[in-house]
């Protein structure tokens, strides 16, 4: 029955759909949730549908028939140069200016070079993984659907939840960071443009109402188009990295040799913890990843794009890291605005407006990409039903997913108006490196192993082998962060990843070669990307696992009374062929083709 009220319309094959709704079918269409008895039922069998759910991987013709359930298409707009450039304005940004010196400063000296050098080569390895998956799903999901399809919906479902949680974040701590820039351009204090109210909390109560001004306006951008968000992105780049060989032949011709000893002054300790923390540098390729769907020849575009931006990006990190201890000795480099005292120190004051000029620049770039990258990871998540569907509907004029871009730019603006960027730079990274861990892994599964082809005994050796791997540079890490000084843990750590890796290589043949293009030397690099993301994530604090396990229970509590039973109806609705046209529609699903919700 039809709503009162809908405005609907007839598209070409006589399917109604609803040009603008927001009724209760819109988010809770499911039959489990058709009555308090259905829901009643359905939590009586939450233990035997979360087996399922964990034992269940999706398939590639899955994901892709999942955009039938947006009501329109995304519009394919996107090359290779598009995405190299939206691939250096998601990365470019807050990171580089602030971290730079915090890390030069407090943890690695003139030796942050290596530690940019291991964090781009951890997120090089991550790029590999997410080129392969994104040619042959090129959906909006990114690494939600690759999970899925690979490691289950559960697996796909908590990973996704972390990192839509990341973005929002990094998009908070940019749009306070954004603010602070801007006022040193208009000559004025960092936190001029702050609203003190003493009535809330340390550490949120100083209001920033520009980053919420910045935020909408970002939302305005994305929400119109994807292809106009690039336009603007380019230009935003291009200026950025004009200013960034500002800096880098200014700095070095006001340049001391001197200044680069002691090169490491912390030693390897110093710099690995400063990898990890300069991993939120990178932060943001992936949501590269998540525009395949709008990519005019996924098989070409995105390996140019995503893997030519991540080599440039690093390239042009170490050349700064240089620049900035080649300017003054690691001891006197600012932790909060480097290059701009660091230009003041050897005379060029003027510079510092260029500076922050090109700070905004790359910090506009990087809220743009993130907002774009975000509302698809969302998009995708709700076609699956674990959150809302009303999330992922596409805007027919548009072709933007508005309803998801909205929601989570709000998200973002709520918590940039609140929250210090000390307390948001606390919680990156650790949820980004676990996302990246559980890509490698996954696309080792997805090599090795095709449910109804592979063997058992080829089964059992790949689970195997894969478990050691984990297990070793589980190992490693704890051994690196509860030994200062001891060695002998490694030489039994290392030795078994790499027995277990050849294993993998020798003893369990491949499964599935891919049809596109696909990750050189299987299975060693992603084996790599699995040991450095793990072996970094044993560099950050006790504080950072802790709010990963406060956000990853609140995640489970949700799927356990929400998600799981809507996405359970939703997988048995695909099994039984009928499609998904009466829950896209908001009609749910018809109790007599539904088996009974009773134990």
């Known amino acids: ?19 603008c709704s927001c009724t209760k079918d819109d988010f809770l269409p499911e039959e489990s949730f058709k009555s308090w008895g259905n829901y009643a039922n359905a939590l009586m069998q939450t233990p035997t549908r979360l087996i399922d759910r964990i034992l269940t991987r999706s398939e590639d013709e899955e ?3 999942a955009k039938s359930r947006s009501q329109n298409e995304m519009k394919k707009s996107l090359t290779w140069w598009d995405l190299i450039w939206f691939g250096m304005g998601a990365v470019i940004g807050a990171g580089m200016f602030v971290l730079t010196g915090l890390e030069a400063n407090q943890e690695a000296g003139p030796a ?8 781009g080569i951890s997120a090089l390895l991550s790029v590999f993984c997410y080129t392969e998956f994104a040619v042959e799903i090129p959906v909006a999901g990114g690494s939600f659907a690759y999970l899925r399809v690979e490691l289950g919906d559960f697996v796909a479902f908590i990973a996704a939840g972390n990192i839509l949680l990341e973005y929002v974040i990094a998009g908070a701590a940019v749009a306070r960071t954004w603010t602070s820039y801007f006022a040193t351009l208009l000559n004025l204090n960092s936190d001029k443009f702050l609203i003190k109210v003493d009535s809330l909390a340390e550490g949120y ?37 004009f200013v960034i060989f500002f800096i880098i032949v200014c700095g070095l011709i006001k340049s001391d040799p001197k200044n680069y000893t002691p090169f490491a002054p912390f030693g ?29 020849n996924p098989g070409r575009d995105i390996p140019i794009g995503l893997i030519g931006s991540m080599v440039i990006t690093t390239f042009l990190y170490c050349l700064l890291a240089i620049t900035l201890c080649l300017m003054q000795p690691y001891q006197k480099i600012d932790a909060l605005a480097p290059f701009s005292v660091a230009f003041k120190a050897v005379g060029l004051n003027w510079a510092q407006y260029i500076v922050a000029a090109g700070a905004l620049k790359g910090m506009t770039s990087v809220l743009l990409v993130g907002a774009v990258g975000q509302a698809r990871y969302l998009t995708h998540i709700s076609r699956t039903h674990m959150m809302p569907p009303w999330f992922s509907q596409v805007n027919a004029t548009t072709g933007t997913p508005v309803n998801a871009t909205a929601i989570m730019s709000c998200a973002t603006a709520i918590i940039a108006l609140f929250t210090k960027l000390d307390i948001l730079s606390n919680l990156l990274s650790i949820s980004t490196l676990f996302i990246f861990m559980l890509v490698a892994l996954a696309l080792l599964v997805r090599r090795y192993y095709i449910r109804g082809e592979t063997t058992t005994a080829n089964r059992n050796k790949l689970i195997v082998f894969l478990l050691i791997i984990v297990a070793s540079s589980i190992a490693t890490a704890t051994y690196w962060g509860l030994s200062k000084h001891g060695w002998i843990g490694y030489c039994v750590t290392l030795p078994i990843w790499l027995l277990a890796t050849i294993g993998l290589w020798y003893f369990v043949p491949h499964a599935r070669n891919p049809k596109l293009w696909g990750v050189p030397l299987v299975p060693w ?7 450095i993301n793990i072996f970094l994530l044993g560099s950050i604090d006790r504080a950072s696992f802790m709010r990963f396990g406060v956000w990853s229970g609140f995640l489970l509590v949700y799927y356990l009374f929400f998600g799981l039973h809507a996405s359970y109806d939703t997988a048995k609705e695909f099994e039984r062929g009928r499609g998904w046209k009466n829950i896209e529609e908001g009609n749910g699903v018809d109790s007599k083709d539904v088996p009974s919700a009773t134990m």
Do not use: W
Not at 3 to 19: A, H, N
Not at 209 to 234: D, E, F, M, Q, W
């Open 1 to 19: 029955m039809d709503v009162e009220g809908d405005q609907q319309t007839k598209s070409e094959g006589g399917i109604r759909r609803r040009v």
């Open 63 to 65: 994901e892709l028939e």
């Open 112 to 119: 942050v070079v290596l530690s940019y050098a291991v964090s």
């Open 205 to 241: 109560s100083e209001l920033d109402p520009i980053a919420v001004g910045v935020c909408i306006i970002i939302c305005i951008i994305a929400s119109l188009s994807t292809k106009g968000s690039s336009r603007l992105n380019y230009i935003a780049t291009i200026v950025h990295i």
């Open 268 to 296: 390897a300790r110093g710099i690995f913890k400063a990898s990890a923390v300069l991993f939120f540098a990178y932060v943001g390729f992936d949501a590269v990843s998540t525009m395949a769907e709008e990519t005019k």
């Open 525 to 531: 690099l992603p084996s790599a990307s699995i040991a």
